[in-house]
């Protein structure tokens, strides 16, 4: 079976019904896959219950997840299950799920950029009861029409030079994007019912600017376990004010470029095979930082990163919020997480 596009898993979404008990969502665009998981949830109503799991969980105890497919609600109603995966360590899981006499709670599995080669991805191919998808990070043309698209859902009717601001202040992140649409709305107060054209005033009111400031100088003390230094840096403003969301941004767009390596180096069995496979799509000078961040970080360390910088975001784009305490505390907390992996 060749892998779905784009309008088979709208169809399956909206259809949501036992001939697709496993949806694996994979690709460089994490942010992508998340939201379409999401839509699952969304389709199952705002009472479904979710249960998380991630890969470890699943390798240590693969018949889990064919048990949970198959269980009730404690108060009857709809329930889903969402899994964090590196790739092969569930594919007893999945197989078990896929084999199972019935299921009857779908399955989304988030799964990253795999390699055509792996097994996981080779099972949901040829299942008949699972749908593989791939989500790419969009870009020119194609990123411009996904934040018009998504701004036209909160009532925003943007200019083709406002979409390219909006893309590249996200830094091509969906889940980025879709923040500062929401921003937007709520500073516009725009809606389905009370449409609003979003002017370059609005957007530079809005949206951060980060294109002055060196996040990495926090960033990669961060993600290399420098606890000491980086509560330093904090101390001298590195994370106050307007810089807070840029170097939160920006620790997004590193760790996500951490997890594609990371991928690469356990599909080889060597970080350094997966550094110079890279080759100049590195800069040189980021090697030595980017390959001790990835003798810390493992696959499913790296997702709970992913998940704590997208919940920071958010809480950072609410008015009033107190953007350089989070930002401070989750980059601390991440930090001290690294020194202990040494």
Do not use: C
């Not at 399956?12 to 019904?17: Q, Y």
């Not at 516009?188 to 530079?204: C, F, G, H, N, W």
């Not at 330093?232 to 590193?254: L, N, S």
Request: charged share 25%; net charge negative.
């Amino acid at each position: 079976m060749k892998a779905a596009k784009r309008p088979d898993v709208e169809r399956a979404i909206e259809r949501l019904d036992e001939s697709v008990r496993l949806f694996l969502f994979h690709g460089p665009d994490e942010a992508g896959s998340a939201a379409l998981a999401e839509r699952v949830g969304a389709r199952l109503g705002a009472d479904a219950d979710r249960i998380d799991a991630d890969g470890a969980q699943l390798a240590r105890d693969p018949a889990w997840l064919a048990d949970e497919a198959a269980a009730q609600s404690l108060f009857g109603g709809p329930r889903w299950i969402r899994v964090r995966a590196s790739g092969d360590e569930v594919l007893a899981a999945a197989e078990a799920l896929l084999e199972a006499p019935r299921a009857g709670n779908p399955v989304v599995i988030l799964a990253g950029a795999l390699k055509p080669a792996s097994k996981l991805l080779k099972l949901a191919l040829a299942s008949p009861h699972a749908l593989a998808f791939a989500s790419y990070v969009p870009e020119g043309g194609d990123a411009a029409r996904l934040a018009t698209g998504l701004a036209a859902a909160r009532g925003l009717t943007l200019s083709g030079e406002g979409a390219r601001a909006l893309v590249e202040a996200s830094g091509g992140n969906r889940a980025v994007l879709e923040r500062e649409l929401d921003k937007l709305a709520d500073y516009l107060d725009a809606d389905a019912q009370t449409p609003r054209t979003v002017s370059a005033e609005a957007i530079a009111a809005v949206i951060a600017n980060d294109r002055d400031a060196d996040p990495f100088d926090v960033i990669d003390p961060v993600l290399t376990g420098m606890a000491r230094q980086v509560a330093d840096q904090i101390r001298q403003g590195a994370v106050a004010g307007p810089e807070a969301v840029a170097v939160i941004r920006a620790a997004f767009r590193r760790v996500l470029q951490l997890a594609a390596l990371r991928v690469e180096a356990d599909d080889r069995q060597s970080i350094s095979a997966a550094l110079e496979a890279a080759g100049k799509s590195l800069f040189w000078k980021d090697k030595p930082v980017i390959e001790a961040a990835l003798r810390r970080w493992d696959g499913p360390g790296l997702a709970t990163i992913i998940d704590r910088l997208t919940d920071a975001h958010a809480q950072m784009m609410a008015p009033g919020s107190p953007a350089g305490l989070i930002a401070a505390e989750q980059l601390l907390t991440i930090a001290r997480a690294a020194a202990r992996r040494r």
